[in-house]
């Protein structure tokens, strides 16, 4: 089955950016859609289709998506985007929704 | 408010049995495709199973394929999922999701908080 991989952390200081990175054979040919996990809640649609952003998601989150990896990207980096963040696509193969195995995001 | 509340689940032994419930509410539930994903402990999201808005579409992750029911009723804007011949490694919250736009290969908008299930004897 298909294989998303993630880096299991990731620091970043306030006000800086922030990359989340997403690997998979020729991922850039899927839409690949993020969540954020805050402790004890559940996940919150970030980016979808690669690109596009939720309703009341801010600006500072957005995606790409070329070639093996894809990445979500979070500009000026605040204390409250602490969190986990899972890259998700579909695997045509398979039929089943496939997650990676998430980055934990650490603001110092 | 579009909200989705689950329920049923609690401790069990392995080989049990359990029923999860989620109640749909704020948006037209026979519009949106629904799937179940699950978090052990400490671990990653793990997507388990997803029915078209008619349920006439249905898939299962490899690990709960035969043992797993996901069933809706639209008329009472609910989705379930039973959980049969429960194993240790099946311990996690159950989360209950909304489909974006509808489709199998679209993605969750909307989550529900989830219900722990326990599997221990």
């Known amino acids: 089955s298909y294989v998303l991989t993630q880096p299991p952390s990731v620091s970043v200081t306030p006000g800086q950016t922030a990359r989340v990175t997403c690997g998979g054979n020729n991922i850039g040919r899927k839409s690949v859609h993020w969540f954020q996990q805050k402790p004890g809640q559940a996940p919150v649609l970030v980016v979808y289709?690669?690109?596009a952003r939720p309703s009341g998601i801010p600006e500072r989150f957005s995606g790409s998506n070329f070639g093996n990896t894809a990445t979500l990207t979070i500009s000026r980096v605040e204390a409250g985007d602490e969190a986990d963040y899972y890259c998700q696509v579909w695997d045509s193969n398979s039929d089943h929704r496939v997650f990676g195995g998430g980055t934990k995001l650490t603001v110092l | 408010e579009v909200q989705l509340v689950e329920s049923g689940g609690g401790l069990v032994q392995p080989g049990g049995s359990l029923r999860l419930s989620c109640a749909a509410s704020g948006f037209t539930f026979n519009y949106y495709s629904m799937n179940w994903v699950r978090q052990a402990p400490g671990k990653g999201l793990e997507w388990v199973s997803y029915?078209?808005?008619?349920?006439?579409?249905?898939y299962y992750a490899d690990s709960v394929k035969g043992r797993f029911t996901i069933s809706r009723d639209n008329a009472k804007n609910s989705l379930y999922l039973e959980v049969n011949s429960l194993r240790d490694d099946d311990t996690a919250v159950y989360y209950c999701?909304?489909?974006?736009?509808?489709?199998?290969?679209?993605?969750?908008?909307?989550w529900g908080q989830g219900t722990m299930v326990t599997v221990s004897s």
């Open positions: 289709d690669n690109t």
């Open positions: 999701a909304r489909d974006l736009r509808s489709g199998y290969d679209d993605v969750s908008d909307i």
């Open positions: 029915i078209s808005s008619s349920g006439n579409t249905i």
